[in-house]
């Protein structure tokens, strides 16, 4: 089941719905772009949500992309799954490009959301046109892990690694926090980022959108927030050497939350990386490369 709707700010339509997976969760997702266009998966970050994307839809719909972007389990509507690891979800994302009727696909990773872009890249293989991941995590247990990760961050990194039953509480409370008052909230984030990132949070319609994927991320709660700390800190357990497409990465000098040491440890992993690693920049430094990151994506479809 789907509905359309036009963007407030292009008027590009826009198209959610939802699907019933084989195992009987619900599957969220939102569409836009050019519906018609080369599609591309585009997996959220971390909190993060269906509604996570640029906020000028005119960009990717004049680039012929459709992008897709589900919730991942336990975040926006989509249902929780217990015990989901990083290998779960290419099942869910091709039982999503199946519903959709759609055979190739490309797939952009940011964030969180990069280690899901390798593993489908990997699993799915010959449905995959081209990967971006883009300021994507890598494996954090290695040496030099932790290297150039702020110090909120670090802290953040560690505590994934705890059991979930003692994060739980924490992750209910800063929910809470976050969620009665948002503009403190992107103040705090702010506060800490890089003069790049503070210059596009400063955009009232990113700043919009960022509250808006937000909100949504926990609307039925922090289960899937937790459940993702628990796999961030674990090993991947997929063979990154293993990947046979193309997968541009992006990362820039002054992300402290990713930074590019992460990056370059997947390029020395992925035999068929693309690397893209610029100075300046920051984590939200999607926003501002939003064209140039797509723009290979779509041309991979064409």
């Not at 068929?272 to 610029?278: E, I, S, W």
């Amino acid at each position: 089941m789907s509905t359309a709707f036009s963007n407030r700010t292009s008027g590009v339509q826009v198209r959610e719905g939802s699907l019933r997976l084989k195992d009987g969760r619900r599957l969220a997702y939102v569409e836009s772009g050019d519906l018609d266009g080369v599609p591309v998966f585009f997996i959220h970050g971390n909190p993060g949500s269906r509604y996570m994307r640029h906020p000028d839809d005119r960009i990717t719909h004049g680039l012929g992309v459709r992008l897709i972007t589900p919730d991942r389990p336990g975040y926006g509507l989509s249902d929780h799954q217990p015990g989901r690891t990083l290998l779960d979800f290419p099942s869910d994302l091709e039982q999503l490009a199946n519903a959709l009727g759609i055979g190739r696909f490309s797939l952009f990773g940011v964030s969180a959301g990069g280690p899901y872009a390798a593993v489908s890249t990997w699993h799915l293989d010959d449905r995959i046109l081209r990967a971006a991941i883009v300021s994507g995590a890598s494996p954090l247990k290695r040496p030099g892990g932790m290297e150039g990760v702020n110090r909120d961050y670090r802290n953040a990194y560690a505590m994934a690694a705890w059991p979930e039953w003692v994060l739980h509480p924490l992750l209910v409370m800063h929910d809470r926090q976050v969620r009665a008052n948002p503009d403190r909230a992107l103040a705090a984030v702010m506060a800490h980022a890089s003069p790049d990132d503070r210059r596009v949070l400063s955009d009232p319609l990113i700043a919009a959108q960022v509250q808006g994927w937000r909100r949504e991320a926990t609307r039925k709660g922090v289960a899937g927030i937790r459940r993702e700390a628990h796999i961030l800190a674990s090993p991947w357990d997929f063979p990154l050497e293993e990947i046979r497409r193309d997968v541009d990465l992006w990362y820039w000098d002054g992300d402290s939350i990713v930074p590019p040491q992460m990056g370059r440890y997947l390029a020395s992993r992925i035999p068929t990386a693309v690397p893209h690693f610029l100075p300046g920049g920051g984590h939200f430094s999607l926003y501002s490369h939003w064209r140039d990151i797509l723009t290979p994506l779509a041309r991979a479809g064409g």
